[in-house]
């Protein structure tokens, strides 16, 4: 059975850092994409950045590039969403899902339970 376990999340100020971790279990699959999601209340879930596990390959929201960066220790079986120079608007549930495509919600077969980002402005 596949798990995520989302980890880092928390309260920042506009323009500094949060990096999320993402530890992935009973997943077997090498080369797939992993995906960083998000939703805020009263909207719908959003592709923020996805990265394939086999290659080099990333996928961010144009919100944003430039700021985030997604990354992987494959020895960790973790997935890392580096955010920084954050704004209010990034203030969201941050979800970890796995075995999907780009930066498609609806492909992801496996998701975390979340973890929560607040910026204050």
């Known amino acids: 059975q596949v798990h995520l376990v989302e980890s880092g999340g928390g309260s920042a100020q506009a323009g500094g850092s949060l990096r999320l971790s993402c530890v992935a279990s009973?997943?077997?699959?090498?080369?797939?994409?992993m995906g960083w999601f998000r939703q805020a209340p009263g909207k719908e879930r959003e592709g923020v950045a996805a990265?394939?596990?086999?290659?080099?390959?990333?996928s961010y929201a144009d919100s944003v590039k430039g700021r985030f960066t997604i990354s992987q220790d494959k020895a960790k079986n973790t997935v890392y969403l580096q955010m920084d120079s954050l704004k209010a608007e990034d203030s969201a549930m941050y979800y970890c899902?796995?075995?999907?495509?780009?930066?498609?919600?609806?492909?992801?077969?496996?998701w975390g339970q979340g973890t929560q980002v607040t910026v204050s402005s």
């Open positions: 899902a796995a075995d999907g495509l780009l930066l498609l919600t609806s492909t992801y077969n496996y």
């Open positions: 009973g997943y077997t699959h090498s080369r797939n994409w």
């Open positions: 990265l394939y596990t086999g290659g080099f390959l990333t």
